[in-house]
């Protein structure tokens, strides 16, 4: 089955950087599109940035510049580079398995999230 698994996520001061990692297992990996979401508390869950099987990426407005997704298929393993970091990216991460290469989804598999807090 499908098993994502996220690290790399702490507490970090405005304008530090931190590097999420997402393991993932249980299928072809380098077959997909990859992406993360994040949800802050009493928001909604927002689509971040997203990858291609051939390493095209897309990025919502609000991290464009600023945030950096890339992927490994010889470790099956996606990142997300986060530099400049602000107080609103405050919030849980989370590594998903996209249907497409759409920011937003559809979504088929979801890792348990990441905590990046930032003060």
């Known amino acids: 089955h499908v098993q994502l698994v996220e690290s790399g996520g702490g507490s970090v001061q405005a304008g530090g950087s931190l590097r999420l990692s997402c393991a993932a297992s249980g299928y072809t990996y380098s077959s997909y599109c990859m992406g993360w979401f994040r949800q802050a508390p009493g928001k909604e869950r927002e689509g971040v940035a997203a990858?291609?099987?051939?390493?095209?990426?897309s990025y919502a407005d609000s991290v464009k510049g600023l945030f950096t997704i890339s992927r490994d298929n010889a470790k099956n393993t996606l990142y997300l580079q986060l530099n400049s970091l602000k107080t609103e990216d405050t919030a849980m991460y989370y590594c998903?398995?996209?249907?497409?290469?759409?920011?937003?989804?559809?979504?088929?598999?979801w890792g348990q999230g990441t905590q990046v807090t930032v003060s």
């Open positions: 998903t398995k996209l249907l497409g290469m759409v920011i937003t989804g559809p979504i088929s598999d």
């Open positions: 990858i291609d099987s051939d390493g095209s990426t």
